[in-house]
């Protein structure tokens, strides 16, 4: 076990029946980093989390949070974590700050002292005006804000946040970025599971992907937009044009392929600002006509097309929702 | 951050006492909880409010009318003991679906990754229970003696009689706990329980003296712990008891025999419901 890492797991496995949730999967978070395990629905991710955070024992391997045994020592890993889960652990019949305050007093804070936290994590994730509502008819975003306020009751060290954002709006997305952001500005160490890449890439400094139960590649995002490959730049122009594959070119880092009789190009492109302005710069110079431009950013499709070198099948779609993790 | 991260040492320091501290705080903050679940939906109560009334307006106004209590008596006086049990052996019901609706949600997994201690789950669902069945036999009391109940002993002893049904009531609230923890839904818990209820509330001398049964099923019913706290129930209460001239050791010694009833129910049932909450709950 490495001092510093806060998580630490050393090939835990894990079967339900006749499905291998997790098979001898490594990985690590030093302290004060965010690892998002990226992953499509029914990939374990979920069953990690509950290993990790002492709701399911592994069947074989051994895992530390915050250097305890998750098995041995569970009472004191549950001091160390706090846990947000996907279904939303919730009381609907209380109010939110009733909610608050009874996850407080469990945790061992006086009542006055549980109040006060309550008060505070009710402003600091903008629910002041649903406090006093009944959680059953808060909205997705108001639920899962309330959720990980919860988990943030004791400031723990270590939080588990199992698709903290999955079936929310894009604003309420935004939001809780800024919130979970905000968590590792104050030094906790964050194990982030989601569907989607850009979620992974927008907060991560680590991830891991992992299918079927096995982790397929781990690394810095950069790393792993290096090993999926690049962005597609697409360009169709009103008629053919002999320097355009030239003036592509240049920006491309990779061969540029045409079809359609010239008039659809598509390169492989390094991600960077401005590159579609750069595009339309240096066709426009050698007087070529756009009808259209795209940049294609690597999809969770992608990646798996490229790790695993299989085409995702229909029900590990990204979009798709609902199947149990 | 950091001062947050307590060392092994630190947590190994919690005392005896502390730890007992905390244990009353956890029962507290999920009695409290499950106390609160009633106020958001009153009509949970029904069982232990409107039924109770129901239940013995239509057995002294219906029934009773019909009824002749052996060794003589009236049957309103002897028929409240009787409405007191079946009403919080029925109620009982209620523990099973709602530790099953628990494990059901996601709230048990909220609280099982926090620092508390799980019996606390188990306990405070035992003890709002208990609350319930003190509105229950509040309701019952109430409703006797408005039709026209009155016991004939000395405060102390109806007190104990009251005492020793809520004692029995609470020993059967662990049990039923343990058929909740085995059901796989909130709706299966449902069925067991009841296949388990109707025969320990009604194979018993809580509406009709034993001594006309067929003499298999009076053996049962003189047996049936119901039988034997119903009772001691009449003896305390001061109300006509045919049982007592029955010869079998628990119609004999009504008070004992249901003191030894709730303890052993109890103890098995807190330590099988601790087994199989871990059971459940350890995937």
Redesign the interface.
Known sequence: MNKNNMIEAEAISKRYGETQALDRVDLEVAAGTILSVLGPNGAGKTTGVRIL?????PDSGRAWV???DVVA?A??V????G?T?Q????????TGR?NLV??G????LRRAEAKRRAVELLGLFELEDAADR?VKGYSGGMRRRLDLA?SLV????VLFLDEPTTGLDPTSRRRMWTMIRELVT???TLWLTTQYLDEADALADRIAVIDHGRLIAQGTPLELKAAIGSQLLEVTLASPHAGAAEAIEALASGSVHITGGGLRLRAPVASEHGLVISALRALDEIGAQVDDIVVHRPSLDDVFATLTGVAPSPDQDEETEGVAA | ??E???T?AE?DTATALERVR?WF??VR?MT??NV??IR??PMQLSDVTIQPVLFTLLFIYIFGTAMVVRGGGSYKDFALAGLLMMNLTTSAVGTAIGLSSDLA???I????????SPT?ILFGRSFSDLLAAIICSSFVVLTGLAVGWRPDAGAASIAAGFGLALLFSYALTWAMACLGLLAASPESAQGIVMLFMFPLAFVSNVFAATQGMPAWLATIANWNPVSAVTSACRSLFGNPNPSSTIHTWPMQHSVMASLVWSVVILVVSVTAAGHLYRHR???
């Open positions: 955070t002492t709701l399911t024992k915050a250097g305890h020592e009472a004191a549950r001091r160390k974590i846990v889960g279904d939303a652990t919730l009381d609907d019949a209380l009733q009874m996850v007093e469990l945790s061992r009944i919860a004791m400031r723990p060290p104050d030094g906790a | 951050m950091t947050m991260i307590a092994p947590l905390s705080t956890d903050v409290w909880r609160l679940h958001r939906e949600t996601g709230v997994n909220r609280l099982r990754t926090l620092p508390m606390a709950t350890n995937s």
